[in-house]
């Protein structure tokens, strides 16, 4: 789902930007946390599989509803569901993942 802000000039409902500047900087990157729910057995060889790949910062294991838990970011510019799409979701063995957004409090 995509968060929209109110109509453009002309009428049509538009996505918000995200974050590409930080107080006038360079474009920095998007933080999100995954929350992934693994098939059962799996969630070892999800872990590895997403080590190879190296797109995450940290990885833990949790309890509770979701097996394993990714901070990343998400490349500036780039979009954040898609990302989490082709590059964790579609991982085999994750059943599902749950997405937070991270914003600048300061």
Known sequence: HRLLRGPA??????APALSTEAHGRHPVPTCIFV???CHPGKTYDVADALALREIHSEMY???????LLLKV???AGEDVGRFVNDHIS??????RTLTTLTFSAF
């Open 73 to 75: 970011y998400v490349p």
């Open 9 to 14: 000039q002309n009428g049509d409902w538009e």
């Open 35 to 37: 929350q992934l729910r």
């Open 61 to 67: 294991s949790t309890s509770g509803d979701y097996d």
């Open 90 to 95: 579609l991982t085999d063995g994750v059943d």
